[in-house]
């Protein structure tokens, strides 16, 4: 919901995570210095737990009316001051949505931890429990919504859902018996060390460095699985639901293990060393990854069953789960032994739990603007590994004379695998080449790794066979289909000044534009996809000095929302498959009516539907159109993969004598020698009144029930997919 306010750019979606996490954070401290004090913690804790649910009720009926509002308080364009207005607008609107549920979110650990625990040296115990209970639910939670809840009820309906469940928790906890909620509260004294409190400050540092590795090795995994797993909600669901479960997992495992802890910091010294080196061993697994994924369907889509969902899980967890476990185990014991040193259980976990969140937000938003942009994935992947191997340095340091003299031979378990990392090729670049040159041989002539994922250009058959591949999979060639988005809509307007492009790809669509005449916008998601653009348009420089064109670095649908500009065409051309992440938002309806009030007089709207696609995908994504538009037809190209929507207002004129003028007037024959009026009849697959009965039987795509990114009902019952 967040995305259709903001947009998917990284700095977008960095703002929105960065105000979540930083509400837990602030709730948790908030309610650290205040649980000690609460008389009755479990009722106060029902009454957050309703208020949870009907803040994200209140939350996800404002985002669904904010769009428009904030379109009108913003300036259009794409200047300084319009792109310093919208930043400083969706910090104060993710402030005022996400903070208030959040803040309360973040109060529970704390809260309940110091509820439930009748003496220091229970604290560690019950937190275990409680943050192995809790992040077991959020991975429920993660895979539910991913596979199952929003692809079928949609997104208001899953929030209502979770709403709901809040509100039965709340009810449960109030029916508890008071000796349920009796909490003895006896005088608690710091451990007896030396200068406890300093002590207790430096884990509360190393909590936080813990957490800036933590996100940061979750953003790197991101980068690299999705070389194997595609740009699917199921890769990331599957990708996050593995990260929490092992989580979980390794913190039920320290309640397990912390009655028998001797020196806690030997301990936690030592599970830093072993989380360096498994985090660094990961690399092994990726080019054990990059051996078995040369298949030509990785150039597109690494999803193309339902059994390849379990082949997703089995990579995450591979690389993940002994990562995350050892995570999970460290930060309960830590929050034990820093509970022992403050002497104080809820303002303990409340100011720790702060701290660790507050270092997880600062290396998600390092690893994403700083780390991978200027060293790339290999060299932060060894930066955060090596850094995490130092936080075990100083615990040791904390320790007894035993943890300090047995951490050396500990610490050589990351300098090895470090060692091994810095001398092995870098895995990203490696995995793309090797499957590029496996079917698909030529000359890779442009790599840049960046925020917003990995581009490469490869040049085949002397240039004349071109492909962009971002993350490793084909997103535009340069085939006729480009050309084929552009020149169709304007060879249906009598005079076409303005043209908006969403997704530059090799260019196609952009250079037949400008044959027009015409001036054309871009909104391209990916900066070095931009930087690219002089390979594939030798003309680039001098059509930007003559002010034919302009890139946007914005998502297309975010763009469209904030200017104010008219056009006459709108050509949207996404990532292939139609099921990409992000890829629905200009496929439903609700796009569709932003882009018709976008659209002049006598404006068309030109979609690319791409093929493999569901039959179903095909019909439900022309229904909406159709409930948007008048007049929609279909054509498909011989040797093209896909099909082209054009919608409109007012009927097509498919008069041959003004088609073959309009065709001169566009030159459009240097891209396309063939194009006639005589083909543009043939090739017409429906019209109007065929696209409106044959897409009858089938639902709308809307913002709220994305059905075209969840397509796993579909694979399970084999429906038919066009090749």
């Not at 925020?451 to 060639?477: M, P």
């Not at 009849?681 to 019209?687: C, D």
């Amino acid at each position: 919901m967040l995305i259709r306010v903001f947009g998917t750019t990284i700095e977008a979606t960095s703002t929105a995570l960065a105000v979540f996490m930083g509400g837990l954070a602030l709730g948790a401290w908030l309610a650290g210095r205040e649980t000690d004090k609460i008389k009755n913690p479990l009722r106060c804790y029902a009454f957050i737990e309703i208020s949870v649910g009907l803040l994200a009720v209140a939350a996800t009926i404002v985002l669904i009316n904010l769009p428009q509002l904030i379109a009108g308080l913003l300036p259009g364009g794409a200047g300084f001051a319009a792109g310093l207005g919208r930043g400083g607008l969706r910090i104060v609107v993710a402030g005022a949505v996400l903070l208030p549920p959040t803040i309360l979110m973040g109060a529970t650990l704390p809260l309940l931890t110091g509820c439930l625990s009748k003496s220091l040296g229970e604290a560690g115990g019950k937190l275990s429990r409680l943050y192995a209970l809790n992040t077991f639910g959020a991975a429920a939670g993660v895979l539910a919504a991913g596979f199952l809840l929003i692809g079928h009820l949609g997104e208001t309906a899953t929030v209502m859902a979770a709403a709901a469940l809040n509100i039965l928790i709340a009810l449960r906890v109030f029916a508890c018996r008071p000796e349920e909620t009796a909490v003895l509260q006896p005088e608690m004294q710091p451990q007896s060390l030396p200068d406890a409190q300093a002590g207790y400050r430096k884990l509360a540092f190393i909590l936080g460095l813990s957490g800036f590795a933590a996100l940061g090795l979750e953003v790197l995994w991101t980068r690299l699985l999705v070389l194997a797993t595609g740009n699917s909600v199921y890769a990331f669901s599957a990708m996050l639901g593995v990260y929490l479960t092992g989580i979980a997992l390794g913190s039920r495992y320290a309640e397990h293990k912390l009655p028998a802890l001797g020196d806690p910091f030997g301990t936690l010294a030592k599970a830093q060393a072993l989380t360096s080196a498994l985090a660094l061993a990961g690399f092994g697994v990726f080019w054990l990854i990059g051996r078995a994924t040369l298949d030509v369907k990785y150039l597109y889509t690494p999803l193309t069953q339902a059994s390849d969902i379990l082949t997703m899980f089995g990579w995450a967890a591979l690389i993940i789960l002994p990562v995350t476990f050892i995570m999970g185990f460290f930060f309960p014991v830590a929050v034990s032994a820093g509970v022992r040193l403050s002497g104080r259980i809820g303002e303990g976990v409340g100011f720790l739990y702060a701290a660790n969140t507050l270092g997880a937000i600062s290396g998600s938003l390092a690893a994403g603007f700083v780390l991978i942009p200027f060293l790339g994935t290999k060299y932060s992947f060894i930066l955060i590994a090596l850094s995490i191997a130092l936080t075990g340095a100083i615990l040791a340091g904390m320790g007894g004379a035993q943890a300090k003299r047995g951490y050396g031979v500990w610490m050589a378990l990351p300098i090895a695998a470090a060692f091994a990392a810095f001398i092995v090729p870098d895995p990203v670049f490696s995995i793309i080449a090797g499957r590029i040159m496996h079917n698909r041989p030529g000359e890779i002539v442009f790599h840049a790794e960046e925020k917003a994922g990995a581009v490469t250009v490869c040049f085949a058959d002397n240039g004349a066979v071109q492909y962009l591949y971002i993350n490793g999979s084909v997103v535009s060639a340069n085939g006729p289909a480009g050309s084929l988005m552009s020149h169709f809509p304007l060879l249906f307007q009598e005079n076409p000044k303005e043209m908006f492009i969403i997704g530059l790809g090799v260019g196609s669509a952009l250079r037949s534009a400008v044959l027009h005449g015409i001036h054309v916008d871009v909104a391209e998601l990916v900066a070095s996809v931009a930087e690219a653009g002089p390979l594939f348009t030798p003309v680039w420089d001098e059509l930007l000095k003559r002010g034919k064109f302009r890139v946007i670095l914005n998502d297309g649908r975010n763009e469209l929302l904030m200017t104010k500009k008219i056009y006459d065409a709108i050509v949207i051309d996404v990532t292939p498959p139609i099921y990409s992440s992000g890829a629905v938002n200009v496929y439903s309806r609700d796009f569709f009516q932003l882009a018709g009030k976008k659209l002049s007089a006598g404006g068309v709207l030109s979609l690319w539907i791409p093929k493999p696609c569901f039959e179903s995908d095909y019909f439900m994504i022309l229904k909406s159109l159709k409930a948007v538009f008048p007049y929609v037809n279909v054509w498909a190209f011989p040797k093209n993969p896909g099909f082209l929507a054009l919608a409109s207002n007012n009927e097509l004129d498919m008069t041959p004598k003004t088609l073959e003028a309009r065709i001169k007037r566009g030159r459009a024959r240097l891209d396309i020698p063939q194009l006639s009026a005589e083909t543009i009849s043939r090739f017409r697959i429906m019209k109007n009144d065929e696209v409106a009965a044959d897409s009858a039987p089938y639902p709308e795509v809307t913002d709220d029930k994305p059905f075209t990114e969840f397509p796993l009902a579909r694979f399970l019952a084999y429906s038919p997919v066009w090749r």
